[in-house]
């Protein structure tokens, strides 16, 4: 019996995905891969990463518009969903606005972590 859970998400940019986990310390596996849950039941995903959880991975598929989260959740341990997600979709935000700001000729010239656990950038155009 699989225990898989598909989560949809508003994760739409493959590269924004994948630098999002990269930036949060995961090995992104790509390419014809399969995630592994209970019992070694597999299913096939577009990416994937580790979960920490030995035997339980964490995939990405496309679905429609964008990526839906497919993972074993009931076998990882040491990783909620919500956290992992949050986590995820915070970093994905950074990297889709860092990389439009860019594309408009702003440059990073600073980061700070804010007591609410934000994010502030200062960046600098010249015009």
Same mark, same amino acid.
């Given at each position: 019996?699989?225990?898989?859970?598909?989560?949809? *998400? =508003?994760?739409?940019?493959?590269?924004? #995905?994948?630098?999002?986990?990269?930036?949060?310390?995961?090995?992104? /596996? @790509?390419? +014809?891969?399969?995630?592994?849950?209970?019992?070694? *039941? =597999?299913?096939?995903?577009?990416?994937? #990463?580790?979960?920490?959880?030995?035997?339980?991975?964490?995939?990405? /598929? @496309?679905? +429609?518009?964008?990526?839906?989260?497919?993972?074993?959740?009931?076998?990882?341990?040491?990783?909620?969903?919500?956290?992992?997600?949050?986590?995820?979709?915070?970093?994905?935000?950074?990297?889709?606005?860092?990389?439009?700001?860019?594309?408009?000729?702003?440059?990073?010239?600073?980061?700070?972590?804010?007591?609410?656990?934000?994010?502030?950038?200062?960046?600098?155009?010249?015009?």
């Amino acid at each position: 019996m699989s225990h898989f859970t598909r989560l949809q *998400t =508003r994760l739409v940019q493959r590269h924004h #995905v994948v630098q999002a986990l990269q930036d949060l310390g995961y090995d992104v /596996r @790509q390419g +014809g891969v399969e995630i592994q849950g209970y019992m070694g *039941t =597999r299913t096939a995903v577009d990416f994937k #990463v580790p979960s920490g959880t030995p035997g339980y991975d964490i995939g990405f /598929r @496309q679905e +429609g518009d964008g990526y839906e989260v497919v993972a074993d959740w009931w076998g990882i341990k040491d990783l909620p969903q919500e956290v992992f997600l949050q986590r995820l979709t915070q970093r994905y935000a950074y990297c889709a606005v860092r990389r439009q700001l860019e594309e408009q000729g702003f440059t990073l010239v600073g980061e700070e972590q804010t007591a609410e656990e934000g994010l502030r950038l200062t960046l600098r155009r010249v015009v």
